[in-house]
């Protein structure tokens, strides 16, 4: 991501138990929340979909927890655990009904559906897992940019309509020596440098957390957001949503893209104003 929150933190699975039960101490200082009275039954709510609640049972088997599977709103000052998703919010009012809290944690790399902010004031810890799913974003990524470089979509619509009119997809890009501009280099970013290169692509790179000797090290050309959106022949965005990047493609930005060059976006939707993309 472009932001580090120093409150979030990495925690494996094994661990949950251990932050649930014996209490945990948020990353930025303070105590975590109070626990409900000794001898009371603790539970850990699956609050999402995503999750296997068997396999949830198995992780904290022996923990002294309960599981239970619950949507929102939530309640209850003897849960200390809850288990989301991206399409799951915590905002303050839910973190109200739930007192004796200690964990939130998500099944995904971005937490922006969780209020950060707020559960660092209570002494919560918030969970992601910033290793989820890198190797297939970053192909589907490369998909993306290659299925609209080449024309893919509007060629097969071309073919099941009955047609086969070569032209209908516009001018087709040579792969190798295409630009490519990387806007983000965490491990989804740079896991996509090393793919696009491997094909004959010459790949820019931006990430304000980075350094230019990082960035270079990382295998893409460094540069400014603004050149890299006005050199390159296809950009994918791979940024962490904070108020920040909420909007970092507007219509400025987006005008300084070339004619016919394509955008992916396989991180969040808000980083692109999509009424100025339309238009």
Not at 14 to 39: F, T
Not at 209 to 228: H, Q, T
Not at 252 to 274: H, K, S
């Given at each position: 991501?472009?932001?580090?929150?120093?409150?979030?933190?990495?925690?494996?699975?094994?661990?949950?138990?251990?932050?649930?039960?014996?209490?945990?101490?948020?990353?930025?200082?303070?105590?975590?929340?109070?626990?409900?009275?000794?001898?009371?039954k603790l539970r850990v709510?699956?609050?999402?979909?995503?999750?296997?609640?068997?396999?949830?049972?198995?992780?904290?088997?022996?923990?002294?927890?309960?599981?239970?599977?619950?949507?929102?709103?939530?309640?209850?000052?003897?849960?200390?655990?809850?288990?989301?998703?991206?399409?799951?919010?915590?905002?303050?009012?839910?973190?109200?009904?739930?007192?004796?809290?200690?964990?939130?944690?998500?099944?995904?790399?971005?937490?922006?559906?969780?209020?950060?902010?707020?559960?660092?004031?209570?002494?919560?810890?918030?969970?992601?897992?910033?290793?989820?799913?890198?190797?297939?974003?970053?192909?589907?990524?490369?998909?993306?940019?290659?299925?609209?470089?080449?024309?893919?979509?509007?060629l097969d619509r071309e073919?099941?309509?009955?047609?086969?009119?070569?032209?209908?997809?516009?001018?087709?890009?040579?792969?190798?020596?295409?630009?490519?501009?990387?806007?983000?280099?965490?491990?989804?970013?740079?896991?996509?440098?090393?793919?696009?290169?491997?094909?004959?692509?010459?790949?820019?790179?931006?990430?304000?957390?980075?350094?230019?000797?990082?960035?270079?090290?990382?295998?893409?050309?460094?540069?400014?957001?603004?050149?890299?959106?006005?050199?390159?022949?296809?950009?994918?965005?791979?940024?962490?949503?904070?108020?920040e990047t909420d909007g970092?493609?507007?219509?400025?930005?987006?005008?300084?893209?070339?004619?016919?060059?394509?955008?992916?976006?396989?991180?969040?939707?808000?980083?692109?104003?999509?009424?100025?993309?339309?238009?």
């Amino acid at each position: 991501g472009m932001v580090d929150v120093p409150v979030r933190v990495e925690v494996a699975p094994a661990d949950l138990d251990l932050l649930l039960v014996h209490g945990c101490r948020r990353a930025a200082g303070g105590d975590s929340n109070s626990a409900v009275a000794s001898g009371d039954k603790l539970r850990v709510v699956v609050g999402d979909g995503g999750y296997d609640p068997v396999q949830v049972r198995e992780l904290l088997d022996g923990s002294g927890v309960t599981v239970a599977e619950a949507r929102e709103p939530w309640a209850g000052d003897d849960v200390v655990g809850l288990l989301v998703g991206t399409e799951t919010e915590v905002r303050a009012a839910d973190l109200d009904r739930l007192p004796a809290l200690k964990v939130v944690a998500t099944c995904s790399v971005g937490f922006d559906h969780v209020d950060v902010e707020e559960a660092e004031r209570r002494g919560i810890w918030v969970c992601s897992v910033p290793d989820y799913c890198v190797e297939e974003v970053a192909d589907h990524a490369l998909t993306l940019v290659l299925s609209l470089l080449r024309g893919v979509v509007v060629l097969d619509r071309e073919v099941r309509a009955g047609g086969w009119d070569w032209r209908a997809a516009g001018e087709l890009r040579r792969i190798r020596g295409s630009r490519l501009g990387v806007v983000g280099l965490g491990r989804t970013g740079r896991a996509l440098v090393e793919r696009a290169r491997a094909l004959g692509f010459e790949v820019w790179g931006t990430d304000p957390a980075l350094s230019v000797e990082e960035i270079a090290a990382a295998g893409a050309r460094p540069a400014p957001l603004e050149e890299l959106l006005a050199a390159c022949h296809a950009v994918s965005l791979h940024v962490a949503l904070t108020p920040e990047t909420d909007g970092l493609l507007g219509a400025e930005e987006l005008a300084l893209m070339p004619d016919g060059a394509v955008l992916v976006d396989t991180a969040r939707a808000q980083l692109i104003d999509l009424e100025a993309l339309r238009r």
